[in-house]
């Protein structure tokens, strides 16, 4: 076959399947002038390389001749018709093509170097489009003759998934890379952070202490904040959620997707406004709210007006649906920097599981591979087992992680809310005990009283697994009438109760 006979073949390929027969668009002849123009200066490589790969080929020979010629040129080789005939001796397909005569043609029949991009947008196109078709068919398909127990907004989501996924990388499958990709985007991402580009700085929570061992919220990172209930999680949540969409992220704001599988959007906006205006939220409720109060709850609402953060208010949201309603944020803002989910075990999993861990198993990679495409960090709310309240030291460890270990396994930062101040008031002092003087029990209800006020606005936040960094306890400021948590200024940290305190 020679280039002039390849060149005629170009108007597109025909396949046939149990539906009927498709044409897929080719364009062969750029693939041959793609494959001339690096016979003749192998330098074309740099110019072509982020736009085109073998993979992209129609004809497998000329995609595989395009990878021969980057990898020589790679390892610093010529590539022109006589190596690439040596790496492909007795390779029947290229025999098929004319051999040795048909690579030395193509290599006399270069084009001018200018034209090359052209050439490899066209091939790109070509195969986006065959990549589209195929996505097509497959939809069609399996719409028709769906798998049991597989929802119409399943195969949806999966094929909203998929679409994004070949929008953003022209790709349906993931692909194997060298190292050296990764370490050269590692090097221009550290420089990014250097030059404080916003696409590469970690989202701040605007918790100073958290700050200190985290660094921030990284991107593609998943979070888990767990507690019991009670502790204010939901509330620590919405803090952060507002800080983030009140930072300064580039020349805006910051944008927050916020998962409230628990509270409606309403709720969510009354917690907001108790948290900016410092007015109780059942003073509220009940309408016992005065003049001053009133204004600084105007007050509060035009500060909330311009923010970008947006409430999701679904109760029976899934991973899919999650994913599909914060592409479509990001598609229509520009940028997406934060997305809470309040909570994990409200999630529904995508099908039928055997058991909750298996659920959960699901949802929590889930959540991390969000995370990984959306290039976002991701804050999961998480309850903990009910073994807390068993035990004297209530404080949370990671075996506390209700219905599944894979939560503390795909979690890159696992998190844990306490306020002791929450057990003391449900625990009121012990009565007097067999034997106990009057002077002993006096100081024990003392003591009780002094821990109450010690730890009155204390809460703390453990960072029990950081797979970036080190882990410790950061104290945080807790008011308990606007619910917002804040940085803790206190002089010196309360001192722990005594052993014989028992309330």
Known sequence: MTLADSSAASDGAVVSDDAASRLLPTHEGAELAIISGVLANNEALIDIEDLVQGEHFSVPLLGRLYDTCARLFANQRLANAATLADSFADDDELEAYGGLPFLQELQESWVQLSDLRDYARVVRDAHMRRRLAELSEHSMRTALRPEPEETAEQQLE??????????????????????????????????????????????????????????????????????????????????????????????????????????????????????????????????????????????????LEPLRLYVDDSGESTIGSIRSRSRRLKRKVGSLDLIVVDYLQLLQPGGRRENRVQEVAEITRGLKVLAKDLDVPVLALSQLSRAVEGRE????????????????????????????????????????????????????????????????????????????????????????????FGNYDGVEEPPPPDEDDIY
């Open 158 to 303: 999966r094929l909203e998934e998929r679409l994004f996924q070949l929008s953003d990388t022209g790709e349906l499958h993931g692909r194997l890379e060298l190292l050296s990709s990764g370490v050269t985007r590692a090097v221009k991402w550290i420089e990014d952070v250097r030059n404080k580009e916003p696409s590469a700085v970690p989202v701040s929570s605007g918790l100073r202490d958290l700050e200190r061992i985290l660094g921030g919220f990284y991107r593609s990172d998943l979070l888990i904040l767990a507690s019991r209930p009670g502790m204010g999680k939901t509330a620590l949540a919405t803090t952060i959620a507002l800080n983030v969409a009140e930072s300064r992220i580039g020349d805006s704001g910051g944008t927050v997707a916020f998962f409230s599988l628990e509270m409606s959007h309403e709720q969510l906006a009354r917690r907001l406004l108790a948290t900016l205006s410092s007015v109780e939220a059942l003073a509220m409720r009940t309408g016992q709210v005065d003049n001053r109060q009133f204004q600084n709850i105007h007050d509060a609402s035009r500060r």
């Open 393 to 484: 030291n209530k404080r949370p460890a990671l075996s506390d992680l209700r219905d599944s270990g894979t939560i503390e396994q795909d979690a890159d930062i696992v998190m844990f809310l306490y306020r002791e101040h929450y057990y003391l008031t449900k625990a009121p002092v012990e009565s007097r005990r067999d034997n106990e003087s009057d002077s002993s029990y006096e100081r024990r209800v003392a003591r009780h009283e002094e821990r109450l006020e010690e730890t009155l606005n204390l809460a703390e936040l453990t960072v029990a697994k950081h797979r970036h960094g080190g882990e410790g306890v950061v104290r945080l400021h807790f008011d308990g009438i606007s619910t917002r």
